[in-house]
């Protein structure tokens, strides 16, 4: 067996050329997802989890965006190891759609508005079998099904306006399993729909990965889809990840005083005061511009004088990572 | 879409050179219009048949017309007339304009009626429509100035209309409602200061279309006497010489082009510079 | 306990549009709220509690029933003899970013509503701005600024101060937290919390998110298809609901806790059109429960005690279940 992850994301960074100068929303991701398993990438908005996959996928906007350092490896299905951050772009979109696919959060803008939703699964369907115009639309209705819409072989023939949003999710999800992927990065599948709806999607993901065996990087903000969902999670704060470990772990002992204090920022963690009032812990202020040391300081109840200084490394043992000098002490 | 960076780059740096380039232009002419007694080398009015239809020199730079009349002062005080025409016809067009299109917009009750009008007033060709009104109006500048702002207030109508109708649905205007703010000052602060920017795009797009129909009408026949030197009667009186003296229409032709042309330019810069999204895609 | 209500609504009713294309938003709502009391709104999108909240505050028309705020009916007001309404009753919205005039000023956004209501002028008026902008947490400095200059956190502390600045009575909050990170949302709430304990401010508070209208809330309306499912403590809501829908919302939304049990049972189907809902029960197309009686008659409100009331015709907790079929 080969233990190799099948996605494995080394020290990332990630530049973008603006108007006001170079940026670098992303500076130091590692990550890894195996087969099989789901992984939550979670943070705040901007903290740069979109970013992050726009680079694996290759899809970051030309020419402003680059990958500026680290490495994106990823295992194919004929064993071989490639790095997608310095795969030629033609490699890189024949992987696309055969061996990882991606869902996004609002399915409407990725789904073409003028041909039926069966035209277009049958189209990516042709692009990577040989089959022809009847067979491959034999099979989008396959797919539908898979994706558990209702009356399939009527609504190969609609178009994405005259579906719901969470039916329009499931074809996103049809389209991207069309391919058969090895891995399926989705970000925030499930943000722009209700939580009926939501819990359809998860379920149904949940599904489909163990039947086929996927890897998942599934990017969310919401901790409880985390809890739901994933088997590790990533926590990113200001475009590095700042704590890896199990779902267990990062839920029941957080090292990183980020993750521990966004947790209890949940409301459904609200402690009672003294005057008997339910309260949230919240976090200071707001993701701040990133200077020497510790992103965090800024807003960390641990912060002291070590954390302001120099650059901190992801400490990594067995399963767990964390980014803080001061996890130790600071947990004690 | 897969753009080559190099041609997005030249796109980028052409508009915004182009767009400079168009201001100076516009700044240069109208300053020219402002000064023309200090910069134009004679009087517009100024016949001396002996130096009839003279071609471009030393003394006359752009020639003379039929009455020796020197082009590039006539160009210089038609600048004046031309460009006071333009500007009268968007600062009328704009106010009216700008007033129907917050009232259609905001009140339900008046909008059928208001955008009937502009409708039935759109339907028609601009020139046609103009040469109408001229027509029934009598020739005068002050008629043309009538004329072409009954021509293009229903196009600032329909753009602040439709700016007013996405705007007023907007919570900060639902906010001002619910704290009690008058329904005037609504219409004039949230929703006038947030249409100012596309009817300023609007305006240069007008001034541009103005200075050209006020060529156009005068070169028709229908716009104003031919005594007032403006860019239209030079061009209309000198069309009979233009074969043997090609400068009597051709620089007035050319200072025509280069004012819409500028205008067009700088609209379209504004357009580009004031609207954030575009400014992001940049 | 009985204190007279600052809000009372009956039969609230609201339909947009015209016979082919009758969207039937709100149907046949009515509840009440006491001075300083927080009502919490739940539902999915389309349920229509955008809807009740700018009904209540007279900013849109409505169908049918009475509003009456302090004991007066305002339902059928005109604008002008609105004005104690305008100065007792505020709004803050969702969107931090739309809800700001990116035009003007944090002065003049606050200041117009010290200006409408003639509540100051001059020094008073500028000391009074920067009195408020520190009650939500940002310093008085900042009054010169643009919205664009802040962060949706803090542009929804503007929105707050906006709201607060003609001390009003009663606020509604249309989903205050929902475009906000946990970090801020945490933030926001605690500043809500705050507020609620030194004005003495009742709230209609409206909200997807169970966890955050369990912690804000005394009660809670569950709202499905413009419809109350079910109205009661937040406490009975939450730990003991009696009708279906609010038992598949409960399941629905996930826990942040990987030890709790996972999301098994789930709803089937997607909410109905309001243009064409359900004959008898809104809720039949997608209850688990659903029998042939529920397409035929209309579920009434029913007391559970103490002001619980839903709307099934079934009550699990008595062993009122249907028949099996
Ligand atoms: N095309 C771009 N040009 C410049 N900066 C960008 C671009 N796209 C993203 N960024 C910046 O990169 C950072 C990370 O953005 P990203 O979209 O990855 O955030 P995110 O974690 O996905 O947030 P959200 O939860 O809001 O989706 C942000 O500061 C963002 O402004
Ligand atoms: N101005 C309007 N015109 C037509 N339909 C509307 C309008 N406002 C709301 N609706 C409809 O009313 C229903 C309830 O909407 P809303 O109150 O916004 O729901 P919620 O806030 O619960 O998401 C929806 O079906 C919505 O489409
Ligand atoms: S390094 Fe210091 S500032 Fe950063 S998270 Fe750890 S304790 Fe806090
Ligand atoms: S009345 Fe019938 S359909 Fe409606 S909630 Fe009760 S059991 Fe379900
Ligand atoms: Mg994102
Ligand atoms: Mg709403």
Redesign the pocket.
Known sequence: MDKSPLLSIRDLE?R???EEGE?T??RGVTLSVGAGETVALV????????????ATMGL??RP??RVSGGQILFRKRSGETVDLATLPSSDLRKLRGSEIAMIF?EPMTSLNPVLTVGEQIAESVRLHMSLGHAAALKRAEEMLELVEIPNARRRVHEYPHQMSGGMRQRVMIALAMSCNPSLLIA??PTTALDVTIQAQILVLIERLQKELGMGVLF?T?NLGVVAEIADRVTV?YA?QVVETGTVGAIFRTPRHPYTSALLNCLPARAQRGEDGRRVVQSIPGSIGPVGDGCAFAPRCSQAADVCRTGSIMLEAEMERSVRCVRWREAFA | MDRSPILLFFRRMFRRKLVLVAFVVLFVIMLMALLAPWVAPYEPTAIKVIRRLKPPGELNWLGTDEFGRDVFSRIIYGARASLGIGFAVVVVSMTVGTLFGLLAGYFRSLDGVVMRVVDALMALPDILLAIFLVAVLGASAFNVVLALSIVYTPRVVRVVRASTLVIRELPFVEAARALGVSTRRILSVHILLNVASPVLVQATFIFAYAVLAEAGLSFLGAGVPPELPTWGTMIASGQQYADDAFWVVLFPGLAIVLAALSLQIVGDGLRDMLDPKLRKAL | MSASPLLAVEGLTKHFGRAPHLVRAVEDVSFHIAPGEVLGLVGESGSGKSTIGRLVLRLIESTAGTIRFEGQDISKLPERQLKFLRRNAQMVFQDPYASLNPRLRVRDIIGEAIDAHRLASGAKRTERIGELLETVGLPASHMSRFPHEFSGGQRQRIGVARALAVEPKLIVADEPVSAL?VSVQAQVINLMQDLRQRFGLAMLFISHDLDVVELMCDRIAVLYLGRVMEIGSSEEISQRPRHPYTRALLAASPKADPDAPKIRRMLTGDIPSPMAPPSGCVFRTRCPMATDECARSVPKLRSAGDGHKFACHYDTANDERPAAA
Do not use: C
Not at chain 1, 43 to 54: A, C, D, M, N, R
């Open positions: 990630v973008f050329r603006t940026v929303p992303v943070g705040e908005s901007g903290s740069g989890k979109s970013v992050t996959s726009l970051l906007p402003a965006g959060q970000d925030e990017i903000h990113m475009g | 990170d």
